[in-house]
């Protein structure tokens, strides 16, 4: 990321510099390397401040794969991450791996090295990686991670997959309507200016369209381009994307999805840490952000009943944080000690389940868009075309 710094030196005036930086702190020390006394340090934007920002993307996962390979090689810690550090290209990854061999030179624990680069080692890592610490098995800290995170994907790449045709087919259809309304329609306007009100009121109302498109047509493309830079701006506050997920969350049938899924997620996730040999209550802080906030409270509320000593199933049941197979699920975990395994099937359940509904949602929603799409296409076409139609009908 690009930061401006204003900084001092010597009898020099005041300077601003732009440097390339994994964080702020990271920026004053380059300047205060090269001998100015640093005064004001800031984010520079590279687009509008409206404009979505994309953040410079650690591999994690790749990382992970690398490390663990490497330990399970015979390498100690630092020698792996060294190894990591001499073949990476990219100088923000190097840079990063850099500021972690330097923490555990200093003596400090790999969690606690991580810990300090939260951009790149989300809190669910950094707990992962901590657990193992007590344990003194990385390697299995690290190969459980790396499969989590690979369920995880999947996931969202069935999404997306599934997402991806119905998607198209709606940009193809509105442009195909949009080519209609703005390019062929004025041009029909122009050939039924002399019918007038011979027209069906469905035809004149869309020849009228044509007509006004023609004579104003750069305020209409300015309001238009206006809305949809609003609509933008909106679409990327968060906000405005709490109350679409609320919204979704309130539809029948896809509510009830989403609160399966969020309750997957939460599972695997939690499965995970326990597995690793987190206590459960500190585990269920770390992934509670996994969850929207409704959920969320009622996380809160069960954490605090199963630290009074109330069985996890009795609290989950309790707060609405499971479904009646994960129930049976964590009374058996609870019988048999293997709380960490049990989550990870209910998780694995579920997602099985939300793969299977959205199959059969895109299978009948793409038949049912591509039809509106064709209706709403026909619908314009045979306005344009009644005119004609009439009027071979009146000469047979």
Same mark, same amino acid.
């Given at each position: 990321?690009?930061?401006?710094?204003?900084?001092?030196?010597?009898?020099?005036?005041?300077?601003?510099?732009?440097?390339?930086?994994?964080?702020?702190?990271?920026?004053?020390?380059?300047?205060?390397?090269?001998?100015?006394?640093?005064?004001?340090?800031?984010?520079?934007?590279?687009?509008?401040?409206?404009?979505?920002?994309?953040?410079?993307?650690? #591999? +994690?996962? $790749? %990382?992970?794969?690398?490390? !663990?390979?490497? &330990?399970?090689?015979?390498?100690?810690? *630092?020698?792996?991450?060294?190894?990591?550090?001499?073949?990476?290209?990219?100088?923000?990854?190097?840079?990063?791996?850099?500021?972690?061999?330097?923490?555990?030179?200093?003596?400090?624990?790999?969690?606690?090295?991580?810990?300090?680069?939260?951009?790149?080692?989300?809190?669910?890592?950094?707990?992962?990686?901590?657990?193992?610490?007590?344990?003194?098995?990385?390697?299995?800290?690290?190969?459980?991670?790396?499969?989590?995170?690979?369920?995880?994907?999947?996931?969202?790449?069935?999404?997306?997959?599934?997402?991806?045709? #119905? +998607?198209? $087919? %709606?940009?193809?259809?509105? !442009?195909?309507? &949009?080519?209609?309304?703005?390019?062929? *329609?004025?041009?029909?306007?122009?050939?039924?200016?002399?019918?007038?009100?011979?027209?069906?009121?469905?035809?004149?109302?869309?020849?009228?369209?044509?007509?006004?498109?023609?004579?104003?047509?750069?305020?209409?493309?300015?309001?238009?381009?206006?809305?949809?830079?609003?609509?933008?701006?909106?679409?990327?506050?968060?906000?405005?994307?709490?109350?679409?997920?609320?919204?979704?969350?309130?539809?029948?049938?896809?509510?009830?999805?989403?609160?399966?899924?969020?309750?997957?997620?939460?599972?695997?996730?939690?499965?995970?840490? +326990?597995?690793?040999?987190?206590?459960?209550?500190?585990?269920?802080?770390?992934?509670?952000?996994?969850?929207?906030?409704?959920?969320?409270?009622?996380?809160?509320?069960?954490?605090?009943?199963?630290?009074?000593?109330?069985?996890?199933?009795?609290?989950?049941?309790?707060?609405?944080?499971?479904?009646?197979?994960?129930?049976?699920?964590?009374?058996?975990?609870?019988?048999?000690?293997?709380?960490?395994?049990?989550?990870?099937?209910?998780?694995?359940?579920?997602?099985?389940?939300?793969?299977?509904?959205?199959?059969?949602?895109?299978?009948?929603?793409?038949?049912?868009?591509?039809?509106?799409?064709?209706?709403?296409?026909?619908?314009?076409?045979?306005?344009?075309?009644?005119?004609?139609?009439?009027?071979?009908?009146?000469?047979?």
């Amino acid at each position: 990321m690009r930061y401006e710094v204003k900084a001092l030196r010597g009898d020099e005036n005041l300077t601003a510099w732009v440097l390339d930086a994994m964080d702020a702190g990271d920026a004053a020390n380059q300047m205060l390397a090269r001998g100015y006394t640093v005064i004001a340090v800031r984010a520079k934007a590279a687009w509008p401040a409206w404009h979505w920002q994309r953040k410079g993307h650690f #591999p +994690l996962v $790749l %990382f992970s794969q690398e490390l !663990l390979a490497l &330990l399970q090689a015979g390498l100690a810690l *630092v020698e792996a991450l060294e190894t990591l550090t001499e073949k990476e290209q990219r100088p923000e990854v190097k840079q990063t791996l850099t500021q972690i061999i330097a923490s555990l030179y200093e003596g400090h624990a790999f969690s606690y090295a991580l810990q300090h680069s939260p951009a790149n080692f989300p809190a669910l890592y950094v707990a992962t990686v901590r657990a193992s610490e007590r344990t003194g098995d990385l390697p299995e800290a690290l190969s459980r991670y790396v499969a989590y995170q690979s369920q995880m994907d999947a996931v969202k790449r069935q999404v997306v997959s599934a997402s991806i045709y #119905p +998607l198209l $087919l %709606f940009v193809v259809g509105g !442009l195909v309507t &949009l080519f209609l309304m703005v390019y062929v *329609v004025p041009r029909f306007s122009h050939i039924y200016a002399d019918i007038g009100s011979d027209l069906p009121l469905m035809s004149q109302l869309l020849m009228r369209w044509g007509q006004l498109l023609e004579a104003h047509g750069a305020t209409i493309l300015t309001a238009t381009l206006l809305l949809l830079g609003g609509a933008l701006y909106t679409a990327t506050r968060p906000a405005s994307r709490q109350w679409l997920l609320r919204t979704l969350w309130q539809l029948p049938g896809i509510g009830g999805q989403l609160h399966v899924y969020q309750l997957a997620r939460f599972y695997r996730s939690l499965g995970m840490l +326990l597995r690793g040999g987190m206590p459960v209550v500190p585990s269920l802080n770390l992934v509670s952000d996994l969850l929207e906030s409704g959920l969320r409270n009622q996380l809160t509320q069960a954490s605090a009943r199963i630290r009074e000593g109330t069985p996890m199933s009795v609290a989950m049941e309790r707060y609405g944080l499971t479904t009646p197979v994960a129930l049976r699920m964590l009374r058996v975990g609870e019988r048999t000690g293997r709380m960490g395994e049990m989550m990870e099937r209910i998780a694995a359940f579920h997602e099985e389940e939300s793969a299977r509904w959205v199959e059969r949602f895109t299978k009948l929603f793409e038949p049912l868009l591509m039809a509106f799409i064709g209706v709403v296409i026909g619908f314009i076409v045979v306005l344009m075309y009644f005119p004609i139609f009439e009027l071979a009908g009146s000469i047979q």
